[in-house]
Every structure is written in C-alpha cells, then in structure tokens.
C-alpha cells in the first residue's frame, strides 16, 4: 500500500470530496473526488498554499507551557485530514487510472506533497508549539508523542545544512522510487509464445489472449496472466523463458535506481548518527533493533531450511518417476517448481488449482466474504452508484447493522487492465476521526480472473479485505490515528489472521449459497485436501519469504555503500536449494522495497505472530459473532492509539507468543 511521510497517512494508501446525502441514513456520505490531468498540477498547488495557511494559524497561536493538547491536537489533525482529502485520492490515482497523463500528473504533485510533508516537519515553531501542551488523556499522550517522533524522524533537531541535505535526500528518494514503481507498472513489453507453448493450459486461458499477425499468443506481465502459465504450461523452455523476463521486467534501470536508494537511505542514516539505515527505520517499529530483525529472521531460516531441501528432493523424486528418468535427471529448476508443485498437489491431493475457480466465482467469492464479515462484525454493505476512476469500480456505503449508522466507504476494482497497480493492495484513503464525525474510505485493488478465483486468489481476497476493514471499523479520535497507521510490522496482522476465513469448512462451505448459477460446494474431502494443500510447501514458501527478509536488511545494513543489489542477490539466491537463475534480476522489480516496505519485509512474518496467536480466541468457531464483535472493539477500532503489542495484549487478555507461528511453518499447528 501507498506509504507517505507524515504518520497521519495511511499505510499499503473532506473539502475535495464529492458529498451526496442518503436519505435513508441522513448521514453524508463522501466519495473520492475525479481529476483531470490538466487539473492537477493547480489543484496540487492550490492545496498546498492552503494547508500552508492553515499552519500558520496554529504556529502563531500565543501558548503558554503546559497549555491543554486537546485543542491543539484537534486543530492540527483537522489541518493534516483536510490535507488528505486531496493526497489521499493522488496517491491512489497515480496507480490505477486508466489514464497515463492523470497517473503521471499524481505522481508529479506526489513529489510536491513530499517536499511539502518533509518541510511541515522541519518548521522548529510547529514542533515548540507541540513541546509546550501537556496531555493528560492516554490517547492524547500517545499522539503527541508521536507527532515530537515525527518531526524528529525530518530532522528538526539537526543542524540547518544537515536538514537540508535530509529534505534533498527524502525529494530524491520520492523521485526515484517513483520511477522504479513506474518501470515496472508501466513496462508493456508481450512475450511470443507458440500454440504448442500453451499445451497444459486450459482452454478459456488461451482463449482470453491476444495474438499478433504471425498467430503467435501475447503474454504480458499481469499476474492472472504469468502465474497459470508457470504453474500449466508443459513446455520447459518455454516456462524458462518467461520466467526470466517477468524478473528483468524492470530492466537495468531499477537496478541503477535501486542502487541510488541504498546509497542515500544509508547518508540519510547517518545524518542523525545511526549506523545503518535499519537502525533509524526500526526505532519505530515492534522489532526497535536490526538485532531483534536479524535474530527472529535466523531462527525462522534455521528452521525451515532443511524443509525446504526436502521439499524439493520429494519434487525431484515425484519428476523422476512421472517421466520415467534417473534421478540424476530430475533436477527440480526455480523455473519448473511452481509446475512440478502443482502437479504434485493434483496428484497427491487431487486439488486443480485451475478447477477451483468452479467452486469459487469471483462474484460469489464477494459475496460471501460480505456476508461472512457481516455476521462476524455486525455491518452491512451497500451497493451505491457514484462516480469512479473506472467504469468497473464499485462502491459501497459500510453501515452498522445494529444502530444503522454510515461507518465508511468500500471502492472496489477487482479486475486487470494496463497501466494498473499490478498486485493486490488496499489504499486506506481517508482517515476516520470521531471529533469531526469524518468517514474512513478504503479502495481495495486486485488483478483477479473474471470468472473464479483459484484457493490462493481467495486468500489473497480475504486478505486484502481484511486492510480494507482495518481502515473502515476504525473508530478513532484523530484520523492521524486511523486503523492501518500502527506499527508496520503490525499491520498485517489483521489480514493475515482473516485469510483463515478462506480455509476452515465452517465458513468456505458457506461460498456455495451465493452462486449464481450454482457451483460444487465445499465438503469435508475437499477441505481436508485444501488443509493439505496449504501445509505442503511450507519450507519453500517461508525459506523464500525468510530470503525476501534477510535480502532487504542486507542492503540496509552497516555495509550498504559496499553493496551492488544485483550481486548480493545472486549470493543469497544461490545459497537456497534451487539457487540462482543465470540473467534474472529479480531486485529490479522487487516493488516492496521501494514502495515503503523497505526494512520491513520482515514485517509479514513478524505480523503473521500475531496474527495467528490472535486467531487462537477464536477457537473452532471462526463465525462466532461475539468473539468478532471483541476483536472488532479491542483491534480493528483503535488503529495505532495504543501500541500494537497492548492491542494484541488486550485482545487475548495476555501478551503475545511464537508458538502458533513455529508450529504453522512447520506444519504441526492444529487447526
């Protein structure tokens, strides 16, 4: 998700917004204003120049020491969320409008916003007036607190050449990982492939591509695209082929680009005297230190290593006896795995990944996960017609079931298009504030297939549903404080405990009553082999999201001026059981780290902890309403007002522990 500078903006991602009124709630309900791109560029100025004057107002204001926060706090919450009503929309824009020229005017105001968010954060008045006020209320200690935090992070304590130099790096930054984003977004290149190249995969697959005029099939980079082709497609070079390219999709500029970011994360680093850029990042984070990282990344590798080895000695034995060849022969390449996996999966557990889409419609699969939510947490969604980015996008008003009341909006676009955000993701658009009644609004982004989703799309759904409502059950005093702005290696933690909702009998069994036509449903024999099929695989999933981690805290370590990101990699890569893959350049297209995910892809399996201690009080009823309504109360609704071990803690009823964890990377946990 879209990250920004300021701690009021939301994580992944009311004076610019379109306000309609429902008559049958009386509530107002605010929708995402539209821009043109000859727009943007005043609209972006206008903006800035306004919220300039509206801080001046509060760095003038004649304070006393220890002045009530209260009053203060609100002003500059109600500053920075009228400032969000216009960048939040931008941030989202730049990465899906359909239109180039209204993507690459947001990203160019992005640069603006960034300039400006760094110089609000450098104004030593703004931070006196915010060293003088006392706060007494819990929540508003924590909020003052972390604004001192925040202009501290800008370096408001430092010389005036070092804050200076800071505000350069931070302009540059934004820059350039905008420009490795855009690579990769906005890289068009097609792939030929022959028919008998498609051999494996299904009809309707090939059916939905496009040929040129020699009969040759295009294949793109969009995931609905590459990733049956790597899992079906029979035809070894072929798989070779496309694998290699979907890494260098970025090209050797990303490389370059990369490379640039180390370098001046680390100067920036060094700046406020830090040995590594980890260590200034993780200040702020459940971890605190690089050692914390490095310890908890180690023991997760020392674990799941030799998993992974034999994994992929079982894929090479199940290779060697399909085609009848010595072992020797059987070598599994990182090119054939996810191919040999399935054909493993297909044969052991009799689970087609591609005939799941059957049982899972992408319509059905909404539905259901409205109604399963609904039940869980006492809300409903409704459908409302209201202008969007894109013809396909839907909305819907979040209401509570029990009082009626307008919680928030739900922007909905599910399917692929070009020049879209390529992955999965949920911008957090606006903030909720209980002081100014202001709604939340979360956009909730994926690249499915139209017609049904495999198991693994529904998790993914699940997930990313479960940001959304992070953002929308938020019920928070100060938007600032808004449901995903907690620590992030907290922040999946809700959506990863609610994929769970994508596997168990009593709610997967449930998807059938919403298939319109009708479709197989879920029985016992199926969720036994989906439960197997979710533990087979375990070493080489997590060893691949320990080598991720372990990648991104190498190139932001003490070292990092010595770093080439490429050669590192081939190092690391090299070191697992299917190595390195001569030519790829998988850090040239490695979105998280230079999408605000850097030292924090640790993060996922950090979260995943908690994640899954917190899905112990749900026992075996993952339907139970009033465990839903407690979590909802003591997790989704208090966004980062107290720090997230205390919400896990208050949640349980005790503090946090690996257990669940080590024993689900192992495959030992009970379900």
Not at 48 to 58: C, E
Not at 453 to 463: A, G, I, N
């Amino acid at each position: 998700m879209k990250h920004y500078n300021l701690k009021l903006t939301t994580f992944c991602l009311l004076t610019m917004g379109v306000n309609q009124f429902s008559s049958a709630d009386s509530l107002t309900r605010q929708t995402l204003p539209l821009f043109q791109s000859k727009d943007i560029p005043a609209l972006c100025d206008a903006k800035i120049s306004d919220v300039k004057k509206q801080l001046t107002s509060l760095e003038t204001l004649q304070l006393a020491q220890d002045t009530p926060a209260a009053p203060i706090l609100a002003k500059w919450d109600a500053i920075l969320a009228s400032f969000e009503d216009f960048y939040g929309p931008i941030g989202l824009y730049s990465n899906v409008d359909p239109d180039e020229a209204v993507r690459k005017a947001a990203e160019d105001c992005e640069v603006k916003i960034s300039q400006f968010q760094t110089e609000i954060l450098q104004n030593s008045k703004l931070y006196q007036q915010f060293k003088k006020i006392k706060s007494t209320d819990p929540i508003d200690q924590k909020f003052q607190a972390d604004i001192l935090k925040d202009f501290e992070e800008k370096g408001i304590q430092l010389p005036v050449d070092k804050q200076q130099r800071l505000k350069e790096i931070l302009d540059q930054l934004t820059k350039i990982e905008q420009e490795y984003s855009r690579n990769v977004r906005d890289n068009k290149q097609k792939l030929e492939f022959t028919a008998a190249e498609l051999k494996g995969l299904p009809q309707s697959y090939i059916d939905a591509l496009k040929k040129n005029e020699k009969g040759s099939y295009l294949l793109g980079f969009e995931y609905p695209e590459y990733r049956p082709f790597m899992e079906l497609a029979e035809n070894d070079e072929a798989r070779k082929r496309y694998q290699v390219a979907f890494t260098r999709r970025g090209g050797k500029k990303n490389l370059n680009l990369l490379k640039q970011a180390v370098d001046l994360r680390y100067e920036l680093a060094k700046l406020f005297g830090k040995s590594s850029y980890a260590e200034w990042v993780l200040q702020k984070r459940m971890a605190k230190t690089p050692e914390a990282v490095n310890t908890f990344l180690a023991d997760i590798h020392a674990t799941v290593s030799p998993l992974e080895q034999k994994e992929v000695q079982t894929l090479q034995a199940f290779k060697a006896q399909t085609l009848n060849i010595p072992l020797e022969q059987a070598k599994i390449e990182r090119w054939s795995e996810a191919y040999w996996s399935e054909k493993l999966r297909k044969a052991k557990y009799q689970v087609d990944q591609e005939k799941l889409r059957e049982y899972f419609p992408t319509q059905a699969a909404q539905d259901w996960l409205f109604a399963i939510s609904s039940n869980l947490y006492g809300i409903e969604f409704k459908p409302v017609k209201v202008p969007a980015w894109q013809d396909e996008v839907e909305y819907y008003d979040v209401t509570d079931t029990k009082t009626g009341k307008l919680l928030g909006g739900l922007y909905m676009d599910k399917f692929p298009r070009e020049g879209k955000y390529g992955h999965a993701a949920v911008w957090s658009v606006y903030g909720r504030s209980t002081l100014t009644d202001r709604k939340p609004i979360s956009a909730l982004v994926t690249n499915f297939n139209r017609q049904g989703l495999t198991s693994d799309e529904l998790e993914t759904f699940v997930h990313e549903f479960g940001h959304a409502l992070h953002g929308i059950l938020s019920n928070t005093r100060y938007s600032s404080q808004t449901g995903t702005t907690v620590e992030r290696d907290f922040v999946e933690a809700p959506s990863q405990m609610y994929e769970e909702w994508a596997r168990r009998k009593e709610t997967l069994s449930k998807l059938a009553d919403y298939c319109q036509p009708a479709c197989p449903r879920v029985d016992d024999a199926l969720i036994k082999k989906l439960a197997a099929v979710h533990s087979y695989g375990r070493g080489l999933h997590y060893a691949r999201q320990t080598l991720y981690a372990q990648y991104d805290m190498a190139l932001h370590g003490t070292d990092a001026l010595k770093v080439q990101p490429l050669d590192v990699w081939k190092k690391m890569e090299n070191a697992t059981a299917l190595g390195y893959v001569p030519t790829t350049e998988f850090p040239g297209q490695f979105n998280h780290i230079m999408n605000g995910y850097q030292v924090g892809y640790y993060g996922y399996m950090w979260s995943e902890v908690m994640a899954l201690d917190m899905l112990s009080a749900f026992g075996d009823n993952l339907n139970n309403p009033k465990v839903g309504q407690h979590y909802r109360q003591t997790i989704l609704s208090q966004g980062s007002q107290k720090p997230a071990e205390k919400l896990v803690e208050d949640f349980l009823g005790r503090k946090p522990n690996n257990k669940a964890f080590f024993d689900e990377i192992t495959g030992q946990r009970v379900k």
